[in-house]
């Protein structure tokens, strides 16, 4: 696959000596729709231009475009500055410093000649203003001396280039054809043409090097002398195989296929054109980066569920078992001594009559014994019907997943990328990712030293639960959402669980509900009970009346669920 054509300080030349027009032309209006784009509205010659400058890292570049840009909703800084000064200024020039990727515009204002250095070097792309008497009046990116100690960008300094440039280097605008030819007798046979010329990109490095290997000092001149003329040929450059637009160049270019070169009006068209898709296709893949993880691991967690509901069904499918350890037991449990703990019966249901073992609570009485088996085997057959409907459903959305999953990762275009997204906002199957969310300090205990227990749900979901009183408080007047899930054993004390519910509590899986409600009567005081009852309700129904102790709580519009402790 070929790399992009980088914007480098040719095509920034082209851009500018095709605009050279603006000089004369009045500032109308400053735009800066993003953190690091400016659009300047030039009226010149009776027409109005729209300059856009770009200090982003990825897509540093100048060029004229077409369309207007919506305007931040509040001024940032930078802006403020720009139009206190300059804002109906006059363009007294706009040229490259040397053949550097260094722009310098100069503005008439009533308080005098303003410099806006635009400096487009990668991550060190910057747009500087600066005061008719040298220093730095504001910037789009203040530099301290901890960030450069070589060139710190402050305001009230004196502003200076960029030590990137090096000295001593030829520039290619203002080379005559002697001296080319004596730069061609210098290099010979191996030849450096950046370790000589300034500014130059490798690619446009690349380009003299294939103009010398098939036509010569001959197609250098020739080039030059194009160069000095602004005598442009600007292509937009597409793989006809990925169809991706690799970019735009001032001339034809001896590294690509005539095929894949397609002729533009002009250098700011072409350019415009490529970062216009460059950066739509940054957009879709920061999009379909961002889903595909989601949709991993919303599958992987319903994966998980799906298992589970196989589990639970084979194990309903124990119904008859336990009715017959039922009726075993009311047959032979009379002949059992004092404190046992298992029955052996035959198996009246098989031909050869194999002996069962069946567990027996010692404290229990026999009725009491068999009722506990005859009952499991009703809640068996019960749950049969609504686990297998519950599997079902959990199939048919991990269908959904796999073929959202499917799309995502064969690169569809953006428009599918949105849909696919809101299917998966629709459906709950997105979480925010560390990437996906604003940069922040990192807490390093979120819970500033309460004892909260962090668990994941089959389902993806996040599981809090407190381990004393003092973080049962915590989790609920602190960290508990108002749309959040909160779960208490009905009676006796125990642990406040908290399921967060990214305020839609509505989407809540039934298994995030019950596996948090199992939580819940493992850190109670009915933990050794066999059937332990759990309320859940909204923590927006919940209250810590004024002087209660650590841990009370009261609540409202409550639902119960039943937990089975264990056989």
């Not at 990137?164 to 030829?170: C, N, S, V, W, Y």
Request: net charge positive; aromatic share 8%; glycine share 6%.
């Amino acid at each position: 696959m070929r790399k992009p054509i980088p914007f480098d300080s040719l095509s920034l030349y082209a851009v500018l000596q095709e605009r050279g027009f603006f000089t004369g032309g009045r500032i109308q209006e400053i735009r800066q729709p993003d953190a690091l784009t400016l659009v300047l509205h030039i009226y010149a010659h009776r027409v109005e231009h729209r300059l856009l400058l770009s200090a982003d890292a990825q897509h540093a570049r100048m060029h004229c475009i077409s369309s207007k840009v919506p305007n931040a909703p509040t001024p940032p800084p930078f802006l403020q500055s720009l139009r206190k000064h300059i804002d109906g200024g006059v363009i007294r020039s706009m040229q490259l410093v040397g053949f550097d990727r260094i722009v310098q515009i100069e503005i008439q204002t009533r308080e005098g000649v303003y410099r806006l250095m635009v400096e487009l070097m990668g991550k060190h792309s910057n747009i500087i203003l600066v005061e008719p008497t040298g220093t730095i009046r504001s910037a789009m990116k203040w530099v301290s001396p901890r960030q450069s100690e070589a060139r710190p960008i402050r305001a009230g300094d004196p502003y200076r280039l960029p030590p990137t440039r090096i000295a001593g280097l030829l520039n290619p605008l203002t080379m005559s054809d002697d001296d080319w030819r004596a730069l061609w007798r210098e290099m010979g046979a191996t030849r450096d043409w950046q370790a000589y010329l300034e500014g130059l990109s490798r690619f446009t490095a690349g380009e003299l090097e294939a103009i010398a290997q098939t036509q010569g000092l001959d197609g250098i001149l020739e080039w030059a002398h194009r160069l000095r003329a602004g005598a442009w040929e600007p292509v937009a450059v597409r793989d006809p195989q990925t169809h991706q637009l690799l970019g735009a160049y001032p001339f034809r270019s001896l590294q690509f296929p005539a095929e894949w070169q397609h002729a533009r009006a002009s250098v700011n068209t072409a350019w415009e054109q490529a970062f216009s898709e460059r950066i739509a296709r940054v957009r879709v893949e920061a999009l379909r980066q961002s889903l595909l993880p989601n949709l991993r691991r919303a599958l992987a967690a319903r994966q998980r569920a799906a298992d589970e509901l196989h589990r639970a069904l084979q194990d309903s499918q124990q119904a008859d078992r336990w009715r017959l350890y039922g009726e075993l037991i009311l047959a032979y449990g009379h002949t059992l001594p004092a404190g046992a703990t298992t029955l052996h019966a035959p198996d009246y249901t098989q031909p050869d009559m194999p002996t069962l073992e069946i567990p027996i609570d010692p404290n229990k009485t026999v009725i009491e014994n068999a009722e506990r088996y005859f009952q499991k085997a009703r809640r068996a057959r019960e749950s049969r019907t609504d686990l297998q409907s519950r599997l079902e459903r959990l199939q048919e959305e991990i269908a959904l997943i796999q073929h959202a999953l499917l799309t995502a990762e064969q690169e569809p275009d953006e428009a599918t990328l949105r849909q696919l997204h809101e299917q998966a906002k629709t459906h709950g199957w997105l979480r925010e990712t560390p990437s996906a969310m604003p940069a922040k300090r990192p807490e390093k205990d979120p819970f500033e030293g309460h004892k909260i227990r962090v668990y994941l749900s089959p389902d993806g979901y996040q599981v809090l639960v407190g381990e004393n009183a003092q973080a049962n408080d915590f989790l609920l007047t602190r960290i508990a959402k108002p749309n959040d899930w909160w779960l208490h054993v009905r009676t006796g004390t125990g642990a406040h669980v908290v399921i967060r519910t990214g305020n839609q509590p509505q989407r809540t899986p039934k298994s995030t509900l019950e596996f948090a409600a199992r939580l819940a009567a493992q850190h109670s005081a009915d933990r050794h009970a066999r059937i332990v009852e759990v309320d859940y309700t909204l923590r927006k129904y919940v209250r810590k009346p004024r002087g209660a102790p650590p841990g009370f709580a009261l609540y409202t519009h409550e639902k119960t669920l039943q937990v089975e402790m264990g056989q």
